[in-house]
């Protein structure tokens, strides 16, 4: 072997090294974690928010109030006394507008998050209905059921979005603490063994909802400025129906929407 | 020699430049050979280099994310309490173990000394006793025993250090057994001394344990640590052939040589690895539990989805889209094919939709009433088979019957005793032979009179033509009943007018000639509450177009007025089953009154009269349909009836009258053509009863060659046009069978006979796939991908899915559920709704209330033998029959389907295996109630805060018109103790959604409580109050039960109570859903 | 015109070599007739000038005085060998490098191929298989091709042109050779790869293989045009028409081999061994052609029909 | 056992020496000893060295080359005379012969071809099992996973193609150039012979991977055979002789009536042994009777019409 062939090969083995040496890994370092915070609410300028109220009247003929026969449980026919008792769904106030109402913003208040009130909403029972009848909560707010019935009920939401439950609730239990995770339009709760009794339960995102009471009247405060739809649902005479209105607030401003329904057909 | 001239040309012309280039060419072809061996051949190592860089580059940005999930869970005030728990109990052990370490440590450092010098000892030790063994002079095992002694005595001189803390090293001399007595004490001491510094920390590891998964058990994807993990595996990652090796089934499967991600435990989809085409194959697998069943190590990629798993040199090679590579990568859409070739006996495939609608739609859309396929339709073939094994029993009978005769004469004959006895006992042997064939045939018998019960034909049988049909609408309907009836599964046939006249003679002509008894008119409005309340949307439809509302499994009822007597329509609906002239199968004809009068038989023809009057043989003495009698009342029935003729559109006397219908040279034509299409497989058709199917059979018409298939003059196009296919066939031979007709030129009668199943959007527009509907789309797609996965398995037998036991049960039981369209009214699995869960008036709270039961766990719910005793009659009773035997309560209702032992045996198997329900079922020994707990079951059911018995029924009128639940009598006969314990603590885990409500009963001690205020008798109980009330309902008998009600008295019933306003209620469970009830059916 | 299909005809792997010997053989014909020519250039000096035949060296290759007669093998031939033995690894390697060796499915006695086509240099007798029976065209006519090659030395007695490119002085061998070789063998097994499609059906070049073709074949005989229906008198009839055929093509082969003075003379030094054999392979050889028009253009199967052949 | 033991007790007594007289001599002699060995070793060492800068001089070379490689007349002549591989060639040729116009090499192309077909299919029989089912399982662990597999079964298959077209050429060219005439005729027989054989090579190894293409190939050609008159079944006066699918020809060439496992493994052993065998031989007897016959036939002196001798009878 001459000096030429030494060479040659010197070449390759420290080209070989070098190589060797090149490829070996870059250093992996990793980003420091980021922090995930739990959902902030977003801020609201109090100053300048506004406000949408309004009236939901009746239109056409009054349903014919339809007597509920609570006859099947003696305790309930006992805790009206021997009254009769009509279906909430056919109430109609005196003034031609509508109790029960259940009015709320339906989008426009997507850019803002808010987080759940910690006060529970009550659902009661009493003398074999539900009171209220149609009531709204926000999403993961805690909805509370209580009982001042001397007989057993069941409280069975038959929800399509969220998850369903059937709890048992005897005469002095405890109250029933439940949550939503998501929004849903109206969520019927009824009791399996005191079949006319029917709420509505109305879970949404945003706190801007309201139920019309004895005047038909609703208000929702605390708006930030911006182009809202409103809508309006009801069930009254028996099929639930919804109305939509859009609505463009201005800061500090206060709006009029007004419904009106038909029974439905 | 002369002086040269000229330089000679041969000599002095050079080459070397030639050679030269020769040379440096044949290097750069040896150095290209090389590069496609390492790189040419080798596209996968790009894939691998690729997808490792790409892999770590997203692991490196997951890392942070699942760092801030696992510091969010260990910020969780359980972690935090668990860690101090920890580090609290460590610091409680830290002493005595630390102890417990230096005493090990002192055992072994005098160990290690005394080891030093046993060791040695041992050594000569063990070569003396190895000489001594060895030898073979006595004297001299003596002199080497003598040696070893001497040796043995010692002494041996031990430092042993300090045994106790802080005590004195010492040395002792020893003989060796001492020595070796010493080291097994040091031994000893150390095993105790380990064990016990185990049992310290024996509750400190778990907890350990604990506080070391919990961030695993409770994060979502994979904790860091494994993360990190993978991203070593990664550092040092080694390009090479990644393969799955099965030489059991000749699987080489290299696919994951490209697709290196597919079974990686991170999820990664086509967005996380990169925008290019690569990225595609770096996903992971869609469906990782199906790789659970299908352990990848056995099956590989191509058993399931076809392509060539070996051949990794070129993308289309490795997907098999190579010319001559016969199994193809199956096709996005079509990906479940590749389950049928082991799954050909499951007729619901899991995970595989869309085979399973495939496979669903062959029997439904009556393909096997003309194509043979394994599986489908068997009852037709065992019938022969049984019949066949009948002739030859008797056959042999009879032969014994001579031998008997002939062994008893030769014994009577015989010359000695012995040989006579010989004889007789041979005779008697026979005589026993005969009797068991005489059972095995009467066994046979039945068999055939099941398999009779249960062969179907996909439509109407065409006997009853004459008594059922307006005959001016036959034509209409066969020209084109797509055109008449869209959702019809009834394929157009493509009849030319003459043909169409024929058909239609030969029809009307070849049915029975009957008169039907008259039915006056009923209540439609009855009628109308009927069919929508009773059941029968789980099948049928009303409405048309978007209007339509109803099941798909059976016709749209619409136009059923303007075809269908209204007499006949009030008997079919009364009972669907019931024939006009039974069938027998031996003679080949329908019998009439005549041939039972001539045997001095009334005409009466049921399961239980199914024996023909002339020969004995079985009759078929129903309607082959697999719609079942709902046990409705005859008056029912007309409102129905009169409900469904006022939804027709026109009247049936506008369609144009047909005279010819009853010329007989029409009929001889019509019966050819109406043999030559195959009718008679999907129609009883009088005297084309044993008719063949006249298609291909297709079991395996996945693997037939393509060569094979005719794809008529479209070769070319469909070459070109990239369907020359078994795809390609098969869409198109499904959207339009015609298509291969096209441009043949054909004689009458050679055109292809296969009838057009779907019906173009436009018909006017003739286009090689014509455009189709959606929904017929979606069809097609499921047959073809059924039918490409038809095909002979290049895969060992045991690889396929058959299996014994519950899997048999559950793979034959789907095939009845879909028989009988079982999931229009339930539910078996929480994935699949019923047809009624889906109808409008089964939206509202109430309406659901009103659905049928679902069946998640009906095996676990319910005795078999019950359930097999409900099958086959769901009233549960004799003489009631007009009422559900379970749920009266509800308007919908269980008919009977009339099944056969042999089918009601399967579905009883069937749901005993869906809840992995063992079979027999022997029912667990309840203890019986003391008096004390007699009565305290009493009074917690009669107490105000129980409220059991205002839902269940109680065979009270007056109370059950509110029930909404079984009456607890049938419990001990139907039930499951076990289930109806769990049911009771917790009904929505067992049936969520269910009205039965949650929170009855409380824990407390370890035992179910009441939840509610529990009556006084129960001060001082300990046992499981649950399991109290089921030992009661297992006892619950019809006078208990009277108890029951007389104790609750007021409470269960109030005097008030007025049965007039009460009916109304129990019909209209609520306002909101009776006006959903009435806008389902279009006005009309 | 197909021209998709053409092109997967012809760029089918296994059709390589014939379109190379498309270009192969007519390249070496012209070379070997560009030499022959300038050879008969050549002789045609010599003839007429006795004085220079004496003195020159007869070749077209040049030579000069003083140039060596022979040369050294080492390394004057075998530098070319050299040569040619890279060339053609480097064709092999490149061909091997580019085109796949084709590998179809499984065999499967169950499925025809359509075409079954036998390897590429058996297709000219494939191809005979439309014009004779098989025993004919794969056992008869093989045997009959490999002795007649064998027999051309023997009965080739004309001692001009050996050992260099003729046409003036060899041209009835080499017409008849290029025949056999070229139009007999050659464009038989062109036809046989790249006209005949499935069923072994005649596909222009262009047109479309399409196997459900369907075209007019009558079973028809040379016999039956005569209304000759007896099986004696068509075995009678045949014997006579082969007769008659063996008569004109031995007396026309005869008319051609005695044309020219110089046919003559070579014809005198034939043995009458040497003529039988000769004129039975050319009478044979020519029955090729004659039946394959006949075949083609009048569409006649048999001449001759035996109970036992047909001929 | 007898020399391992005096060979031990040789040594022994060596290695007693130093003991016994180590005490008169002393170490510093030793070494001494030691280092004029060493000396002698280098300079012999030195000496080979030396040597190797003449590689051609050395036993090795020697025994190998016997000749020198230099440009003189005689080494030119032993080189090709003395060397196996070369020797059939002759040492010195006409000059026109090197001449490719004249030749075309088709002959020397043949041969070559005929080699690298035999390095590849000793190559391809490594990984090849001549059973049904098998077969077509070892193509394609060939061709996907041996090492230069793919390109083994390219290069065998297209030089197999390659060597029917030169041969065919190469006929071409010997007739052309009328170089079959006296004294060459039997090596023209052989060479038909040859051709023959080239083209059984070629069909028998058709068969061998077991698919489609082979098959119907073998399954064509091999019905001819069934056709053979006298030996086939279904030739002329085949059935008057008794012949069956199960006794003719074709189940002989076959093993079967059908082309099946024993088709295989007959397809086989003709294709890698017998024919092989039969080639060399006559490619031996070939090249042989070319040297014998007077080398290869021209460029020969072109013969006149007027020179042509009469003929001499026998």
């Given at each position: 072997m001459?000096k030429r062939h030494l060479l040659a090969l010197a070449f390759v083995v420290s080209l070989a090294l070098f190589l060797i040496a090149c490829s070996k890994k870059e250093e992996t370092t990793e980003q420091p974690a980021e922090t995930t915070t739990a959902v902030q609410?977003t ?67 997507e850019n803002?998050t ?25 999403v993961d ?20 979005d969220?998850r ?17 995770a998501r ?22 995102k ?60 | ?20 280039v020769a040379v440096l060419v044949l290097v750069f072809c040896l150095g290209w050979a090389l590069w496609e061996e390492f790189f040419g051949l080798r596209p996968w190592k790009t894939y691998q280099r690729a997808f490792v860089a790409r892999y770590e580059a997203y692991l490196k940005k997951q890392v942070p994310v699942q760092a801030a999930k696992e510091k969010a869970i260990e910020a969780s005030g359980d972690y935090q309490s668990l860690q101090q728990q920890l580090a609290?109990?460590k ?107 185990a049992?310290?920390l024996r509750?400190v590891s778990e907890l350990q344990a604990k506080v070391d998964s919990y961030v695993k058990d409770h994060i979502d994807g994979l904790t860091v640590e494994s993360l990190r993990g993978i991203r070593k595996k990664y550092e040092d990652y080694d390009v090479k052939i990644q393969q799955v090796n099965n030489p059991d089934a000749g699987i080489v499967d290299r696919c994951e040589s490209c697709h290196v991600g597919i079974r990686e435990p991170v999820e990664l989809t086509r967005k996380n690895m990169g925008k290019d085409a690569m990225a595609g194959a770096f996903t992971s697998h869609p469906d990782m539990e199906l790789l659970h069943i299908h352990d990848p190590e056995k099956f590989g990629c191509t058993p399931c989805h076809n392509g060539n798993g070996m051949d990794i040199a070129r993308v289309e090679k490795a997907h098999g889209h190579d010319e001559h590579w016969l199994w193809p990568l199956f096709p996005k859409e079509n990906v479940e094919a590749g389950c049928q070739q082991c799954h050909a006996r499951d007729?619901m495939v899991d995970h595989a939709p869309v085979l399973s609608q495939g496979k ?340 395996v018409e996945g693997s037939k060659p393509l ?11 469909a070459e070109e046009e990239g369907w020359y296919n078994h795809k390609g066939f098969f869409e ?42 959606a929904?017929?789309h979606e069809?097609i797609e499921a047959l073809t991908t059924f039918l490409m996965g038809s095909v002979t398995s290049q895969y060992p037998e045991r690889y396929f899915y058959e299996p014994?036991?519950?899997g048999?049960?559950i793979q ?17 699995t929480l994935g699949q ?252 | 015109?197909?021209?998709h299909?053409?092109w997967e005809?012809?760029s089918a792997p296994d059709n390589v ?69 890279i060339?053609v690894t480097v064709l092999l390697i490149v061909w091997s490098l580019t085109l796949n060796a084709p590998l179809e499915e499984l065999a499967n ?203 | ?115 690298v077909l035999?390095l590849t299919g000793v190559l391809l029989m490594f990984y090849y099992h001549p059973t049904k089912g098998q077969a077509y399982r070892d193509i394609i662990y060939l061709m996907n996973d041996v090492p230069f597999g793919r390109l083994l079964r390219n290069m065998h298959r297209w030089a197999a193609h ?43 190894g058709?068969?061998l991977p077991d698919d489609q293409l082979g ?100």
């Open positions: 001459n609410p801020p609201i300028d109090q100053s300048t928010v506004g406000e949408v109220t309004g009236k939901v009247s009746f239109d056409g003929t009054k349903p014919k109030p339809h007597q509920i026969m609570m006859d099947q449980d003696p305790a309930c026919v006992k805790a009206h006394g021997g009254k009769p008792v009509y279906a909430e769904d056919d109430e109609v106030n005196g003034n031609g507008t509508l109790p029960n109402v259940f009015v709320y913003v339906k989008s426009g208040a803002y808010f987080a759940a009130p910690s006060d529970p909403v009550v659902l009661d029972q009493k003398g074999c209905m539900y009171d209220p009848h149609v009531l709204g909560v926000m707010q805690t909805l509370k059921v209580v009982s001042s019935d001397p007989t057993t009920h069941n409280i069975h939401p038959m929800p399509k969220n369903e439950w059937n709890m048992s609730q005897p005469p002095g239990a405890a109250p029933i603490e439940q949550k939503f929004p849903e339009i109206m969520i019927p709760v009824k009791c399996n063994q005191h079949p006319w009794m029917r709420a509505y339960v109305g879970v949404v945003n706190p801007f909802f309201s139920v019309t009471g004895s005047d038909g009247t609703f208000s929702i405060k605390g708006l930030p400025p911006g182009t809202y739809t409103v809508e309006a649902w009801t069930a009254v005479g028996g099929t639930p129906q919804t109305q939509d209105q859009t609505v463009t607030i201005g800061p500090k401003e206060s709006k009029t929407v007004d419904f009106s329904f038909k029974a439905a057909s | 020699m002369p002086e040269n001239p000229e330089k000679d040309p041969v000599i002095g012309q050079s080459l070397a430049l030639y050679l030269l609290a109990m610091n409680s052990t830290a002493p005595q173990a630390k102890e417990l370490d230096d005493q090990t440590a002192r055992v072994d450092a005098r160990t290690t000394a005394v080891l030093n010098v046993l060791t040695t000892a041992r050594a000569y030790v063990g070569s003396r006793v190895y000489e001594i063994e060895h030898t073979s002079s006595q004297s001299g095992k003596a002199s080497i025993q003598k040696d070893l002694d001497r040796y043995k005595a010692g002494p041996f001189v031990l430092d042993l250090p300090p045994a106790e803390a802080g005590g004195k090293s010492e040395r002792i001399s020893v003989n060796f057994d001492q020595l070796q007595d010493e080291f097994n004490i040091l031994q000893q001491e150390k095993g105790k001394l380990l064990l016990q510094k049992a310290l509750p007729m669903d739609l062959f029997m439904w859309r009556g393909c096997m009433g003309c194509h043979q396929y394994k599986g489908y339709n068997a009852e037709p073939e065992e019938l022969v088979s049984t019949e066949r094994s009948i002739e030859q029993l008797e056959k042999d009978r009879a032969t014994d019957q001579l031998d008997v005769q002939k062994s008893i004469q030769a014994g009577d004959q015989a010359p000695d005793n012995e040989t006579a006895q010989k004889l007789y006992l041979k005779a008697n042997e026979l005589q026993v032979t005969i009797s068991k064939i005489s059972l095995q045939i009467d066994e046979l018998d039945r068999r055939t009179k099941y398999l009779m019960m249960d062969a179907k034909k996909v439509g109407p049988d065409l006997k009853e033509v004459a008594v059922k049909i307006h005959s001016d609408w036959i034509p209409v309907w066969l020209d084109n009943p797509h055109a008449w009836r869209p959702t019809t599964r009834m394929p157009r046939f493509r009849f030319d007018e003459d043909e169409l006249q024929a058909v239609s003679a030969f029809i009307w002509q070849d049915a029975i000639k009957a008169a039907l008894p008259q039915q006056p008119p009923g209540d439609p409005v009855k009628g109308r509450q009927s069919f929508e309340t009773r059941g029968c949307m789980g099948c049928h439809s009303v409405g048309e177009g978007a209007n339509r509302v109803g099941g798909w499994f059976a016709a749209n009822l619409t136009r059923v007025g303007e075809k269908d007597n209204y007499d006949y329509l009030v008997r079919w609906i009364h009972n669907p089953r019931e024939r006009t002239e039974p069938y027998c199968p031996y003679e080949k004809r329908d019998l009439t009154a005549d041939d039972y009068k001539k045997h001095g038989l009334p005409f009466v023809f049921d399961h239980e009269h199914s024996k023909c009057p002339n020969d004995g043989h079985e009759l078929q003495v129903e309607q082959m349909t697999v719609m079942p009698n709902l046990r409705l009342s005859i008056q029912e029935a007309r409102d129905i009836a009169s409900y469904l003729e006022t939804l027709k559109e026109k009247d049936p006397s506008s369609y144009p009258a047909v005279p010819y219908l009853n010329d007989p040279k029409l009929k001889e034509k019509g019966e050819l053509i109406v043999r030559s299409y195959g009718c008679a497989g999907c129609h009883e058709i009088a005297g084309l009863e044993s008719e063949k199917g006249i298609g291909t059979e297709l079991t060569e094979q298939m005719d794809f008529a003059l479209f070769v070319r196009e198109h031979k499904l959207a339009q069978p015609e298509i291969f007709d096209k441009g043949m030129v054909k004689a009458e009668g050679e055109e292809l006979k296969m009838p057009d199943f779907f019906e173009p959007i436009d018909a006017k527009e003739v286009k090689a796939i014509p455009e189709l509907s929904q017929s069809q014994s036991g519950q048999k049960d034959e039981g789907w095939w009845i559920v879909k028989k009988y369209n079982c999931e229009g009214c339930h539910q078996f709704s019923s047809v009624l869960m889906t109808l409008p008036q089964y939206q509202t709270p109430d309406g659901k209330g009103q659905l049928p039961p679902r069946l998640l766990t009906e095996g676990a719910r319910v005795n078999p033998e019950w359930l097999a005793r409900f099958l086959a009659n769901p009233s549960l009773s004799d003489s009631d029959t007009d009422r559900d035997g379970v749920r009266n309560y509800l308007k919908v209702r269980m008919p009977t389907f009339y099944l056969s032992p042999i089918e009601v045996r399967k579905l009883v198997r069937f749901f005993q295996a869906l809840s992995q329900q063992p079979i027999p079922y022997i029912p667990r020994k309840l203890e019986p109630l003391t008096a004390q707990e007699t009565d305290m079951a009493r009074a917690l059911f009669t107490s105000q805060a129980a409220p059991c018995l205002k839902c269940h029924a109680i065979g009270l009128p007056a109370h059950d018109q509110y029930a909404s639940a079984p009456n607890f009598l049938l419990a001990a006969q139907r039930l499951k103790p076990d289930w109806v314990r769990h049911w009771i603590l917790d009904p929505a885990l067992i049936d969520p959604g269910t009205a039965m409500p949650s929170g009855l009963f409380k824990q407390a001690e370890g035992h179910s409580v009441f939840a509610g205020p529990t009556p006084p008798i129960f001060k001082g109980y300990n046992g499981d109050q649950a399991e109290l009330l089921v030992r009661y309902l297992f006892e619950l008998t019809p006078q208990e039960q009277q108890r029951l009600i007389q104790m609750s008295g007021k409470n269960l019933m109030p005097a008030s109570a007025k049965p007039a306003t009460s009916e109304l209620r129990r019909h209209s469970p609520h306002r909101a859903e009776r006006a959903l009830v009435g806008m389902l059916t279009p006005a009309h | 015109m197909d021209w299909q053409l005809i012809v070599p014939i379109v190379a010997l498309l270009f192969f053989v007519p390249f070496y014909a012209w070379y070997g007739f560009r030499q022959a020519r300038e050879n008969d250039r050549l002789i045609g000096q010599l003839e007429a000038d006795p004085q220079l035949a004496k003195t020159h060296h007869r070749k077209i290759f040049p030579w000069k005085p003083g140039w060596t007669k022979e040369v050294h093998t080492w390394p004057y031939l075998m530098r070319i060998e050299f040569l040619a033995a060339i006695p169950n499925l025809t191929m359509n075409p079954a086509k036998a390897p590429w240099y058996f297709l000219g007798l494939q191809e005979m298989l439309v014009y004779f029976d098989p025993w004919i065209a794969g056992v008869v006519m093989p045997s009959l091709i490999i002795v007649g090659l064998m027999v051309i030395p023997y009965i080739d007695v004309n001692p001009l042109g050996a050992g260099y490119y003729t046409w003036k002085q060899r041209k009835f061998s080499i017409a008849t050779f290029a025949f056999g070789f070229i139009v007999l063998w050659l464009v038989m097994v062109v036809i046989g790869t790249f006209i005949r499609g499935p069923g072994w059906m005649w596909f222009w070049p262009g047109q479309t293989w399409d196997p459900s073709k369907v075209v007019f074949e009558p079973n028809r005989d040379l016999p039956d045009i005569f209304h000759i229906t007896s099986m004696l008198g068509k075995g009678i009839f045949g014997a006579v028409a082969m007769g008659i055929y063996t008569m004109a093509a031995w007396y026309g082969i005869h008319k051609l081999i005695t044309a020219t003075p110089f046919n003559r003379k070579i014809y005198a030094r034939m043995s009458f061994i040497q003529y039988i054999t000769m004129q039975t392979f050319l009478v044979l050889m020519l029955l090729l052609p004659i039946k394959i028009l006949i075949r083609h253009l009048f569409r006649i199967k048999y001449i001759w029909i035996t109970p036992w052949f047909n001929v | 056992m007898a020399r391992a033991g005096s060979a031990g007790k040789a040594g022994e007594s060596m290695a007693d020496e130093p003991s016994t007289n180590g005490e008169k001599k002393g170490l510093a002699a030793l070494v001494e000893e030691a280092r004029e060995d060493a000396k002698v070793l280098k300079e012999k060492a030195k000496e080979e060295v030396e040597t190797l800068k003449q590689p051609q001089k050395t036993q090795l070379y020697k025994s190998i080359f016997r000749v020198k490689h230099d440009d003189s007349e005689r080494s030119r002549a032993l080189g090709v005379l003395s060397n196996v591989f070369f020797h059939l060639h002759p040492a010195k040729i006409n000059r026109d012969a090197v001449r490719y116009a004249y030749t075309w090499g088709m002959g020397g192309i043949t041969f070559y071809l005929f080699l035999t390659l060597m029917v077209i030169a041969v065919w050429l190469h006929m071409f060219r010997v007739f052309l150039t009328g170089s079959y005439k006296k004294p060459r005729e039997f090596n023209w027989c052989v060479g038909v012979v040859l051709l023959v054989l080239t083209l059984l090579l070629s069909f028998t058709y068969l098959f119907w190939a073998v399954t064509v050609g091999t019905n001819m055979a069934n056709a053979t008159p006298i030996l086939g079944a279904g030739g002329p006066f085949g059935m008057q002789l008794g012949l069956t699918n199960y006794n003719d020809v074709r189940f002989a060439l076959l093993g079967g009536s059908i082309v099946d496992a024993n088709a295989l493994l007959r397809a086989y052993i003709w294709h890698c042994l017998a024919i092989p065998i039969i080639a060399s031989v006559l490619m031996g007897l070939h090249f042989w009777r070319v040297r014998k016959d007077g080398g290869i036939s021209g460029p020969a002196p072109v013969m006149l019409e007027s020179e042509i001798k009469p003929e001499r009878k026998i």
